[in-house]
């Protein structure tokens, strides 16, 4: 072959692989811009999204920033990463304004969230104190959607966005909880036990809530949402027959198999077990269910045998990442010239929301026969909006049930909820030192021997 005909065919070559090099830039409806790369390539060329990568360190790096810092002050982490993306947002500094591709990336953050949930389960610390975390956490559940319900309607409001807020208010923020109860050594005190049932039951109930967004958002009659519900119920059921038998015969010798395989290196069972996470979400949003249902459905299937607490090991890193990713990216939807504007009305939002939240979960466990201190400490520790609340607004608002300013407001009224929990949590013994003076509550001695009492007599219940 001669050397003009090597010469030709090598600039032929380069000509192609050139060919299509100008960038296009395209820009959608809601200004997201998108940039096509060598369109016209006829050979396979590595692909690099530069402006996805830089975007991705600024949000992690900000949102470690941010945790650092809110962490050292001794608040919940949650904040620091809400307000760390609030501030790169578009709302703010605006670092990053092309939003798509990074909540995209964060809808991960959602779905690990579920499945170390759905890991976490366990129907034995819920017999512990039974109904009054079962029915007393579903009645409060029911209660804050007939309330919000009812006044959206007295409102002008849309019913199914009053029912929304009602399911968002009911969900309390577990980790912060849990680790005050911890840290106080009182989570095997009665209201500890009562607290942390009622909030296994809600976390529970997390992903039944998430199979109802899609009704209530729903633009038909109520005769066409009875329908599209009974439907959706169908192929819950045939959803979770399929998982159930899947839990029984093929998920623990998957996961055998895998703890063999991978005796060597652990890289192998954590590959495995995102895989089966994520697989389980993609069915369950097929399905036309949500990918949040089958992510909890796949922690929940993996929490019924002895690789549980090892499965969660190895998901734990990567859930906090992309946990991180998915509150940083909800902080930029975050507008802080709103918050600002509005700042008296979200605190009144807060000061509302603590109100009712106390009186209501009082009130539901003083009628399953708890005496009125232990009722109002659990009140007290279920009066903040929960972390889970943020997954349930982001779904929301991807069906269009909530938008606008009520977005806005739900959103930074659980920033500021989850902001002002630890002073709250310090006031309780303020408040029971006042209910004892005022001859509301008996003395801390008499009232630490009624738990006691309570806590053997819930036992022989159980036993």
């Not at 996805?52 to 962490?71: E, K, T």
């Not at 369950?284 to 992510?295: A, F, V």
Request: charged residues 10%; proline residues 2%; aromatic residues 8%.
């Amino acid at each position: 072959m001669s050397n003009a005909t090597i010469s030709s065919k090598i600039q032929d070559m380069l000509n192609l692989e050139n060919d299509g090099s100008d960038d296009t830039t395209l820009i959608d409806n809601d200004h997201n811009r998108y940039v096509m790369s060598n369109k016209k390539s006829k050979y396979p060329v590595l692909q690099v999204d530069l402006r996805l990568i830089s975007d991705l360190v600024v949000v992690v790096v900000s949102a470690a920033i941010g945790g650092i810092i809110f962490s050292c002050l001794g608040q919940p982490v949650i904040v620091g990463y809400l307000l760390a993306g609030s501030l790169i947002g578009p709302g703010g500094l605006q670092f990053i304004s092309e939003m798509v591709q990074v909540e995209t990336f964060a809808q991960f953050g959602v779905v690990f969230l579920l499945f170390a949930l759905g890991l976490e389960f366990s129907l034995t610390k819920l017999k512990v104190v039974g109904p009054v975390a079962v029915f007393g956490g579903l009645l409060q559940i029911v209660i804050l959607m007939f309330l919000c319900g009812s006044t959206a309607m007295l409102c002008g409001a849309k019913l199914s966005e009053g029912i929304f807020v009602g399911c968002f208010l009911s969900m309390s923020s577990t980790a912060v909880v849990v680790k005050f109860l911890v840290e106080r050594n009182s989570n095997n005190l009665l209201h500890g036990q009562v607290t942390i049932g009622t909030l296994i039951f809600q976390d529970c109930a997390v992903g039944l809530l998430f199979a109802l967004l899609p009704v209530l958002g729903g633009n038909s009659g109520i005769l066409h949402g009875m329908f599209s519900m009974g439907k959706l119920l169908v192929t819950l059921s045939v959803y979770l027959a399929c998982a159930s038998l899947l839990t029984w015969s093929f998920v623990p010798r998957f996961l055998k198999l895998m703890i063999q395989i991978s005796s060597q290196t652990s890289e192998l069972y954590q590959l495995a077990a995102v895989a089966f996470c994520l697989l389980s979400a993609w069915c369950s949003d097929k399905l036309g269910l949500s990918l949040e249902l089958g992510s909890f459905a796949a922690g929940v299937m993996i929490s019924t045998t002895d690789f549980a607490q090892h499965t969660l090991d190895q998901v734990e890193p990567i859930r906090n990442l992309f946990a991180a990713l998915f509150l940083s990216s909800i902080g930029m939807l975050i507008n802080v010239h709103f918050l600002w504007t509005h700042v008296d009305i979200l605190l009144a939002s807060v000061i509302l929301v603590i109100v009712v939240k106390t009186t209501v979960a009082a009130a539901v466990t003083k009628t399953f026969g708890y005496n009125l201190r232990t009722s109002v400490v659990v009140g007290l520790l279920l009066a903040q909006i929960g972390e889970f609340a943020f997954v349930l607004l982001s779904r929301a608002s991807n069906l269009h049930l909530v938008e606008g300013r009520m977005y806005l407001l739900l959103l930074g009224t659980t920033a500021f909820s989850l902001v002002t929990t630890p002073v709250l949590f310090k006031l309780i013994p303020a408040v029971m030192h006042l209910g004892v003076l005022m001859h509301w509550f008996p003395s801390e001695s008499s009232g630490q021997t009624e738990e006691k009492i309570s806590v053997i007599e819930a036992h022989n219940r159980l036993l």
